[in-house]
T-cell receptor, first 113, second 114 residues
Framework: DSGVTQTPKHLITATGQRVTLRCSPR?????VYWYQQSLDQGLQFLIQ???????AKGNILERFSAQQFPDLHSELNLSSLELGDSALYFC????????????FGPGTRLTVL | AQSVTQLGSHVSVSEGALVLLRCNYS??????LFWYVQYPNQGLQLLLKYTSAATLVKGINGFEAEFKKSETSFHLTKPSAHMSDAAEYFCAVSWMDSSYKLIFGSGTRLLVRP
């Protein structure tokens, strides 16, 4: 158990819908990273927050957005969903903004039908 | 641009045999290197990491990796494979910029034959 929690574990929805994925980092960690794992793209970095502020963006679609709240939990919002958005979405947390170990949550499996 | 290449999408070894999973990186700045393992239907677990200290890094479950700058490699080894080592292994690189985001290789699935 990494100490990072993600909800829900599974999500099945239809094209065009909007979903919210939630992540609670390890106690004391200030950085949250979001990654997407799909069969065709592999593991890709989406976005990072540090202590409530967006710190870096990767290959995140404009239909996707995220935020980190004062209690440090984070949410990833996916809208206008397409079939190709079906993937495993991982959240990871680390103590600071540096090269610390990132601890991964169990992931949310999103299926878009 | 920084990148990671893992040679071999599948590696099959016999139980008790040497495990060697290959990882090469491309980085214009000193990298931080990681190996993660993913068991079926689970998240990623850190095996070991290189952060510019000793070039031979020992990790959990008997795994180790050696950072070779001249070869831009960070191969993962284990002297004797166990059935429980069957999983997918990911090499990742990060570097000093504004984020330390992880760039992952495509992964290598390790199969252990009895």
């Amino acid at each position: 158990d990494s100490g990072v929690t993600q909800t829900p574990k599974h999500l099945i929805t239809a094209t065009g819908q909007r979903v919210t994925l939630r992540c609670s980092p390890r106690s004391g960690d200030l950085s949250v990273y979001w990654y997407q794992q799909s069969l065709d793209q592999g593991l890709q970095f989406l976005i990072q927050y540090y202590n409530g502020e967006e710190r870096a963006k990767g290959n995140i679609l404009e239909r996707f957005s995220a935020q980190q709240f004062p209690d440090l939990h984070s949410e990833l919002n996916l809208s206008s969903l397409e079939l190709g958005d079906s993937a495993l979405y991982f959240c990871a947390s680390s103590p600071g903004p540096g090269p610390d170990t990132q601890y991964f949550g169990p992931g949310t499996r999103l299926t878009v039908l | 641009a920084q990148s990671v290449t893992q040679l071999g999408s599948h590696v099959s070894v016999s139980e008790g045999a040497l495990v060697l999973l290959r990882c090469n990186y491309s980085s214009s700045v000193p990298p931080y290197l990681f190996w993660y393992v993913q068991y079926p239907n689970q998240g990623l677990q850190l095996l070991l990491k290189y952060t510019s200290a000793a070039t031979l890094v020992k990790g959990i479950n008997g795994f180790e990796a050696e950072f070779k700058k001249s070869e831009t490699s960070f191969h993962l080894t284990k002297p004797s494979a166990h059935m429980s080592d069957a999983a997918e292994y990911f090499c990742a690189v990060s570097w000093m910029d504004s984020s330390y985001k992880l760039i992952f290789g495509s992964g290598t699935r390790l199969l252990v034959r009895p």
